[in-house]
């Protein structure tokens, strides 16, 4: 077969570019603190590494070509492999030159070499010079084990020896005159180790670390009429659909299932349950706390791409269930996945919530789940599901709140600021208390009567389950590429934020639930006395 040049090229470039990438972040490791720090009588000299990496990236990038072009069904397996030990080895040059850990960086060597040695006999199935192509490779990477295990030992704590005879010249400050100059001080020991310290790898680490938090803080889609560009985004990437499903909303958590979460070690990913099925029971937990009865006509308000609105069509096949969002793609992914059900009770529309084109009193059943947090204008959301609602059907309403801000508990200038983080990055104008959006429902004066709930515990652990089923399973996100990967840490960090809002009580995850008056049970419009306005903990 002839040769595709072009793949080759790229095949070489992925090891060899990110190698030489990665030893210049740490070239400053590299310089101000390995040649300090004591080394086996074995080690090769410093001039050798460079030349040899390169070598064996390039005969890594030629086995990983031989494979991709034989294409056979474990090229697959042998490329999530070949991805594993890649980044594993590229994260060693930090942690031992930049991190100077000496312990994780022996971890990740060893992790490096385990999945080298797999990749090896992969590629050897597929394509025999492939696994020949890697042996080297993986025999090079024993060694490396070997010296940073020796290493490890003869510099405890991975901090450059005080006692090191060998670098009075080389940490010798630049303004310091040598022997014979005009104004020469012999160096002391403590001299020397106080010049050595600030200049060496910390001042870069830190300033990276800075960097790097200064990006992750600056949110990066603030709401600005483009929750719909937002969501067409998530769509087509994909991403937030294989790990999220077809729901994206919390999961719901039993009292059982919260606890056995916190009881299983953090490595388990303490996955109490699977993180789709959280999902579906919410669904029907939420239908439940509805108390809906067999609606015949449904509205699904903010329905994502439609998970809800498919699990409702298909429990109520009688009804006429419809889904409205903002984003043009998750009509399109909600109605080809119906399709591919063969739910035609099911159908999707681009619609404003807050201006709905809905005759009043459609509905027997309107649903919003997650959805009021993106409404710049809530009072119009609550008034515009109030008015297509029948009388006497029910209202159903999920939402991400902030706590109620009283005059004994007003939120700190941390809260604010946490909360602003929460609002910009994923473009949410604001948010409300669960108690506020009752009220509003309230006001409207149509209700005959409204409760509210807070359900934070039961949806909690879904935050966490998502980074650890995303480090399970993560793919997707690396072939990818580099947008990809820089989106998905950002999702993470956002992730995080959240849980710990919401852990914290800074945020509660609010359910109400109303029926409107005049329905067939009779029951006129509620009054809002002190009581009836002051919602009840369900
Ligand atoms: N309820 C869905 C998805 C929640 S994500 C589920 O359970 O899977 C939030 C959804 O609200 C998105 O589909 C977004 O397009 C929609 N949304 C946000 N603002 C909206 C508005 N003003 N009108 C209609 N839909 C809106």
Redesign the pocket.
């Known amino acids: 077969m002839p040769i595709q040049w072009g793949p080759l090229a790229l095949a070489v470039a992925i090891p060899v570019g990110s190698g030489f990438g990665i030893s210049l972040l740490s070239m400053s490791g590299l310089k101000n603190w390995f040649p300090y720090i004591r080394k086996p009588s074995w080690e090769p000299p410093p001039w050798f590494f460079g030349p040899c990496w390169s070598f064996l990236y390039t005969l890594m990038g030629v086995a990983s070509y031989l494979v991709w072009e034989a294409g056979t069904p474990l090229s697959a397996t042998a490329f999530k492999l070949y991805g594993t030990q890649l980044i594993f080895n590229l994260a060693w040059q930090p942690l031992f030159f930049v991190a100077n850990n000496m312990g994780i960086s022996q971890i990740d060597n060893l992790a490096a070499l385990g999945f080298a040695a797999a990749t090896a006999l992969a590629f050897r199935e597929i394509n025999r010079t492939a696994g020949l192509l890697m042996a080297p490779y993986v025999a090079f990477l024993v060694f490396a084990n070997a010296l940073n295990f020796s290493v490890a030992r003869l510099n405890p704590g991975g901090r450059p020896p005080r006692e090191s005879a060998a670098t009075e010249d080389l940490t010798h400050p630049q303004d310091m005159k040598n022997p014979g100059q005009d104004g020469y001080q012999p160096a002391t020991q403590a001299s020397l180790a106080a010049s050595r310290r600030p200049v060496s790898h910390r001042a870069p680490a830190a300033a990276v670390f800075l960097a790097l938090k200064q990006v992750f803080d600056t949110p990066s889609r603030t709401y600005d009429t483009n929750?719909?560009e937002v969501?067409d985004d998530w769509t087509d990437e994909g991403v937030l659909e294989y790990f999220w499903g077809?729901?994206?909303?919390l999961g719901y958590y039993s009292r059982e299932e919260q606890q056995k979460a916190w009881k299983q070690p953090i490595w388990t990913g303490r996955h109490p349950k699977d993180f789709k099925q959280a999902k579906f029971d919410f669904i029907d937990e939420m239908l439940a706390w509805s108390q809906s009865d067999q609606p015949a006509t449904v509205l699904?308000?903010?329905?994502?791409?439609g998970?809800?609105t498919r699990h409702l069509a298909a429990k109520f096949p009688d009804a006429k269930v419809t889904g409205?969002?903002?984003?043009p793609q998750?009509v399109a992914r909600g109605t080809s996945l119906a399709a591919e059900r063969g739910l035609s009770n099911a159908s999707f529309q681009v619609?404003?919530?807050?201006a709905m084109t809905f005759a009043d009193n459609s509905f027997d059943l309107v649903w919003a789940?997650?959805?009021g947090e993106?409404?710049p204008d809530k009072q119009k959301y609550i008034q515009e599901m109030e008015r297509v609602l029948k009388p006497g059907g029910r209202i159903v309403i999920a939402c991400w709140c902030q706590r109620e801000e009283t005059a004994e508990r007003p939120l700190t200038a941390s809260d604010k600021s946490k909360l602003k983080f929460l609002y910009d990055e994923w473009a949410h104008p604001f948010f409300v208390s669960y108690q506020q959006f009752a009220r509003l429902l309230q006001d409207t004066k149509k209700m005959a009567s409204v409760d509210t709930a807070d359900w934070t515990p039961q949806t909690l652990p879904t935050w966490r389950q998502s980074i650890w089923v995303g480090v399970w399973d993560p793919w997707i996100v690396i072939f990818k590429g580099p947008k990809v990967w820089y989106r998905t840490m950002r999702e993470i960090v956002t992730i995080e934020r959240m849980h710990r809002a919401f852990a914290q009580g800074l945020m509660q995850y609010g359910m109400i639930r109303g029926t409107k008056a005049g329905g067939p049970a009779g029951g006129g419009a509620m009054h809002a006395t002190r009581d009836a306005r002051a919602p009840t903990t369900v």
């Open positions: 929750v719909g969501y077809e729901h994206i909303h699904d308000v903010g329905c994502g791409i998970g809800t409205i969002t903002l984003s998750q619609m404003d919530a807050q789940c997650e959805s993106h409404m």
